[in-house]
């Protein structure tokens, strides 16, 4: 069974600086994406990035970026430029490659705080 | 669209009442998922539902629970009778099956608590 382990459960971060949120996953599977989210005190689950196994190049989206490491099975998340609307908590999350049938594992999810 | 519509948004009951809970997906979306969030789980899956056949509910906790999609535009998830231990947030999210990357759309989410 996969598994998606996030170990630190707070981190903090001066507003206007560069946090990095960590994320380690265990699977068999070859192919398969790996997703941050972000939850906000509205607790709507906002889909922030994805990466796709297969592809070699780490996904980018704006000031969030990850550090995909498929051989160490990690996937971190960094937030550059950290703004006050950032602060949430934040889920790591892995699905198979196999089609819209797939669940999301999650891991127990960071709680990020960003101070003016 | 809308996105996933989820109501109540919360739901306070007392122990042993039945609850329902409704979910709404994004239309033409042929996927329903129903997750549940709490402190010492997380966010895990229930049940899922494809062209409104079920098609896996292994992680439905007990037979207190149980979940219905009468059509392609609506879902339950009923929970009878309701135990304190059954209060968490309760996700519905959607996704198209040939739409690849298959993106699941959450719902604003029901948060339930049993007294």
């Known amino acids: 069974a996969q598994t998606v382990t996030q170990s630190q459960p707070e981190m903090s971060v001066q507003e206007a600086e560069t946090v990095t949120l960590s994320c380690t996953y265990d699977t068999s599977e070859s192919d398969y994406y790996l997703f941050w989210y972000k939850q906000p005190p509205s607790r709507q689950m906002i889909l922030v990035i994805r990466?796709?196994?297969?592809?070699?190049q780490n996904a980018t989206e704006n000031r969030f970026s990850v550090n995909f490491q498929k051989a160490a099975k990690s996937f971190s998340l960094k937030i550059s430029d950290s703004q006050l609307g950032d602060a949430a908590m934040y889920f790591c999350?892995?699905?198979?490659?196999?089609?819209?049938?797939?669940?999301?594992?999650f891991g127990k999810g960071i709680t990020l705080s960003v101070r003016p | 669209d809308a996105g996933v519509i989820q109501s109540p948004r919360h739901e306070v009951t007392e122990m042993g009442q039945e609850v329902t809970l409704r979910c709404k997906p994004i239309s033409g979306h042929d996927y329903l998922f129903w997750y549940r969030q709490t402190m010492m789980r997380g966010l895990e899956l229930l049940i899922y539902f494809n062209n409104n056949v079920p098609i896996d509910d292994s992680g439905m906790p007990e037979d207190r629970f149980s979940a219905k999609m009468p059509n392609a535009s609506f879902s339950t998830l009923k929970i009878q009778p309701s135990e304190p231990r059954d209060s968490a947030v309760y996700f519905c999210?959607?996704?198209?099956?040939?739409?690849?990357?298959?993106?699941?759309?959450f719902g604003p989410g029901t948060r339930l608590t049993v007294t």
């Open positions: 990466q796709e196994a297969y592809k070699q």
């Open positions: 999350a892995y699905r198979r490659h196999t089609g819209a049938n797939s669940k999301l594992t």
């Open positions: 999210a959607s996704s198209h099956s040939e739409e690849p990357p298959y993106e699941q759309y």
